[in-house]
């Protein structure tokens, strides 16, 4: 059975910073992109970063680039989201994803999701 199961989500103020893990367990993701996505309430889910599970330049959106950074852990099976800066519209549910081909922006490209880890910023 394949799971994604993220953690680290909480209530920061703006300017904090804040980690997310996604661990991955039930398959071989040597093939897949891991993705991270949010989506706040009333709006569609947002592409937020991506990346290979065999390494090479992740892929961060216009919005959170130069402030968050999605790294991979393959001994471990876990993805990161480090959040750092934070500003209240980053307030989301935010959704790890893995999936291996189609338009990677789009969250219709991604197989597993994971139950999602709220992230709230005050100002």
């Known amino acids: 059975q394949v799971q994604l199961v993220e953690s680290g989500g909480g209530l920061v103020q703006a300017g904090a910073s804040l980690p997310l893990s996604c661990a991955a367990s039930?398959?071989?993701?040597?093939?897949?992109?891991m993705g991270w996505f949010r989506q706040a309430l009333g709006t569609e889910r947002e592409y937020v970063a991506r990346?290979?599970?065999?390494?090479?330049?992740?892929v961060s959106s216009d919005s959170v680039r130069g402030r968050f950074t999605i790294s991979r852990d393959t001994a471990k099976n876990t993805t990161y989201l480090q959040m750092n800066s934070l500003k209240p519209e980053d307030t989301a549910v935010y959704y790890c994803a893995a999936g291996y081909s189609g338009n990677m922006y789009r969250p219709e490209s991604y197989i597993y999701w994971g139950q999602g880890t709220q992230a709230t910023v005050s100002s």
């Open positions: 039930g398959r071989d993701f040597s093939n897949y992109w």
């Open positions: 990346i290979h599970w065999r390494g090479g330049l992740p």
